[in-house]
């Protein structure tokens, strides 16, 4: 594209609108350019795993005011719905700071002639570091004994965890089971082997090297864990994947990390094995239904130590927003020098 590009960073908290147009501004460098910043207000539960947005969004009257005579308009959340695209009948491209367009109208988009792009793999190291976090907290016990000393006052933790039963589990010589070798999964294998765990891995759809013991089928992977981390996608086949026979084949006392999707588990079959003591531990940061419902099953274990849960915040971190915004704006600089996009639906 020969012309000055008009750009709309519409950001949000996270991945903050500057984040976005100083990206573009470097990618693009001396080519014509006019950036014009919007933020836009969105609440915390979509940063779990979303449904395609609906039709109806407060953001969207917000969103067509600031495009007006857009090319093209970056954002995290933004709603791109039917409506908004039918409004900015200039608009060209839409880059999405996300690992897919899901709040995108993908065949409005499609019928209008927008290019859609987005951003996978950008928040794949903060989820790798995040369920090694996770994971050491749950095999070594530290949010039980910092909630004892800092909120109880109670020196006795200490204690309490110089027992042989009590004591929590190291990494060196430990068998975990990574279920799942994708961007995050190959990472976090890569972390344990540095703390000298037993890695196995396995995933069917993996071919090549692996780092550790590639394991030819879920049941024998279960079966030789002391810990398991899942690192799957979501799809119909692996809903549910981690059920009442899965867990029934760990060997007792073993430990759950879940940094990926809820729905992989059965959250009805964890809390009965973390009850019969099956599992001595689970790690979640992903949940079946989020936010949590205040009644789920999954609170009442929370007092027992034997459940840590987090938010879904295993993908934020800074430097994530900052990829993000990087990534997307080599989407826009690849549009705008007639150059094929590297991320693009069709």
């Given at each position: 594209m020969t012309g000055s590009v008009t750009v709309v960073a519409a950001g949000d908290h996270f991945v903050l609108p500057r984040l976005i147009a100083e990206a573009v501004r470097a990618e693009l460098g001396e080519h014509p350019l006019s950036v014009r910043e919007l933020t836009l207000d969105w609440p915390l539960e979509p940063f779990g795993p979303v449904a395609e947005v609906e039709e109806a969004s407060d953001a969207e009257d917000e969103l067509i005011e600031a495009l007006g005579?857009?090319?093209?308009?970056?954002?995290?959340?933004?709603?791109?719905?039917?409506?908004?695209?039918?409004?900015?009948?200039?608009?060209?491209?839409?880059?999405?700071?996300?690992g897919g367009p899901v709040n995108v109208n993908r065949e409005a988009a499609r019928a209008q002639g927008v290019r859609v792009c987005f951003a996978p793999?950008?928040?794949?190291?903060?989820?790798?570091?995040?369920?090694?976090?996770?994971?050491?907290?749950?095999?070594?016990?530290?949010?039980?004994?910092?909630?004892l000393l800092a909120r109880q006052g109670s020196w006795g933790g200490g204690a309490t965890y110089y027992t042989y039963e009590q004591s929590g589990l190291e990494l060196e010589d430990l068998p975990v089971g990574l279920i799942g070798y994708g961007a995050v999964g190959s990472r976090v294998a890569r972390v344990l082997g540095a703390f000298g765990a037993r890695v196995l891995v396995y995933d069917p759809y993996v071919r090549g090297e692996v780092h550790g013991l590639r394991v030819g089928s879920l049941d024998d992977l279960l079966g030789r864990s002391r810990v398991i981390s899942l690192h799957a996608r979501l799809t119909s086949e692996t809903r549910g994947l981690i059920g009442a026979r899965e867990l029934a084949l760990l060997p007792p006392g073993a430990v759950l990390v879940n940094v990926a999707r809820g729905p992989l588990v059965d959250e009805g079959a964890l809390c009965d094995a973390l009850k019969s003591g099956q599992l001595s531990a689970a790690a979640l940061d992903t949940y079946e239904r989020e936010p949590v419902p205040p009644d789920s099953p999954l609170f009442d274990l929370v007092g027992t130590e034997r459940l840590l849960m987090t938010p879904h915040l295993g993908g934020a971190s800074r430097a994530v927003a900052e990829k993000a915004a990087r990534i997307a704006a080599a989407e826009v600089g690849r549009w705008a020098r007639g150059e094929p996009p590297a991320h693009c639906l069709d």
């Open positions: 005579d857009a090319d093209v308009l970056v954002t995290q959340m933004g709603p791109v719905t039917e409506r908004v695209l039918a409004a900015s009948p200039r608009l060209r491209l839409v880059v999405v700071c996300r793999g950008r928040n794949a190291a903060a989820t790798a570091e995040f369920t090694v976090g996770l994971l050491l907290a749950a095999l070594r016990r530290i949010p039980q004994a910092h909630d």
